[in-house]
């Protein structure tokens, strides 16, 4: 079986700050982890994606995640946060041979000017 | 280049009615999935069709069926609808069945409001 768990479903920033966004993962065969966006009324959009190859994975927007087996995680970054970063963002996981995402309870980013 | 397209937008539905929402894949790609979101969850998985068969399903009861077209496109239908039904149904393309490995691409949605 597999989940994700994400810790906080709100985190709030400043324009300019870091950004952090927490996800542990559970899976009982090795992951392939995603992140996804979502927009206010729009559907999600793929940030990134880690399938067994390097660990540091860079997506869009400037984000990045590493994948840490011996800590089932699989936290987001960016090292400076834009008004444009607002958004839900979403943790999931998949089995290597899987057709089924299992989505996290999303995270709700907020930039503070 | 289109991406995936979702209709209607939204839709109001009465406890116990039939629904059915249209889903068009981004253009090249022939598999479709189908994603439930609930108001402040993230998307469960409902099933996905490849090859106009159903090749994995998610936890949800036989209301929710579905289909797909030659032409790749896809239905998704809930029968004997409940208030817990109301959703935003997500649907999303890629291409040929390599597991999750292959990016699915998220339409906008489709708002259902069960009354």
């Known amino acids: 079986a597999q989940s994700v768990t994400q810790l906080g479903s709100h985190v709030s920033v400043s324009e300019g700050a870091l950004v952090l966004l927490r996800c542990n993962y559970s899976?009982?065969?090795?992951?392939?982890l995603f992140w996804y966006v979502q927009y206010p009324n729009q559907g999600l959009q793929l940030l990134l994606k880690?399938?067994?190859?390097?660990?540091l994975v860079k997506g869009i927007n400037g984000f990045e995640a590493e994948f840490k087996k011996s800590e089932t995680s699989f936290h987001l970054t960016k090292p400076s946060a834009h008004m444009r970063d607002a958004a839900e963002y979403f943790c999931?996981?998949?089995?290597?041979?899987?057709?089924?995402?299992?989505f996290g309870k999303g995270t709700r980013l907020h930039i503070l000017p | 280049d289109a991406g995936v397209t979702q209709s209607p937008t939204h839709l109001i539905k009465t406890r116990g009615q039939q629904v059915t929402l249209r889903c068009s894949p981004k253009?090249?790609?022939?598999?479709v999935s189908w994603y439930q979101q609930a108001l402040g969850q993230g998307p469960q998985f409902i099933f996905q069709?490849?090859?106009?068969?159903?090749?994995q399903r998610g936890n949800f009861p036989d209301r929710f069926s579905g289909h797909q077209f030659p032409n790749y496109s896809s239905e998704l239908n809930v029968n004997a609808l409940l208030l817990g039904d109301s959703a935003l149904y997500l649907c999303?393309?890629?291409?040929?069945?390599?597991?999750?490995?292959?990016?699915?691409?998220f339409g906008p949605g489709t708002r259902l409001t069960v009354l």
């Open positions: 253009s090249g790609h022939d598999t």
């Open positions: 999303a393309s890629s291409l040929g069945v390599r597991g999750a490995y292959n990016e699915q691409f």
């Open positions: 899976s009982s065969v090795p992951p392939y």
């Open positions: 999931a996981v998949s089995g290597s041979r899987d057709d089924k995402i299992i």
């Open positions: 880690y399938t067994s190859a390097a660990t």
């Open positions: 069709y490849y090859e106009e068969e159903e090749r």
